[in-house]
Nanobody, 118 residues
Framework: QVQLVESGGGLVQARESLRLSCAAS????????MGWFRQAPGKEREFVAG????????YYAEAVKDRFTISRDNAKNTVYLQMDSLKPEDTAVYYC???????????WGQGTQVTVSS
């Protein structure tokens, strides 16, 4: 059974940090781009950051560039999102995503809540 399991969310003050983890299991993701998306109440889900599982190439939304860092540990099959200088507008449910190459299946985690208070 393929699973993406997020952890690390919580309640923090503005300007503090959090690190989210996404543990992937059940298949090989070497051809995938792993990413983080978020969805705030009343808004559409939006892309936050992505990383090529094999290449390590990273991608960021403009709103988080220079504050968030995505990384992966191939040995642990885990993707991380280090979030620094958090702002109240970063409050959302954060989802781990496995973006597939053509012909493969896309996967989503169940989400983890991040709340940033001012």
């Amino acid at each position: 059974q393929v699973q993406l399991v997020e952890s690390g969310g919580g309640l923090v003050q503005a300007r503090e940090s959090l690190r989210l983890s996404c543990a992937a299991s059940g298949r090989t993701f070497s051809s995938y781009v792993m990413g983080w998306f978020r969805q705030a109440p009343g808004k559409e889900r939006e892309f936050v950051a992505g990383i090529g599982w094999t290449s390590g190439t990273t991608y960021y939304a403009e709103a988080v560039k220079d504050r968030f860092t995505i990384s992966r540990d191939n040995a642990k099959n885990t993707v991380y999102l280090q979030m620094d200088s958090l702002k109240p507008e970063d409050t959302a449910v954060y989802y781990c995503n496995a973006d597939p190459p053509p012909g493969e299946i896309e996967y989503w985690g169940q989400g983890t809540q991040v709340t940033v208070s001012s």
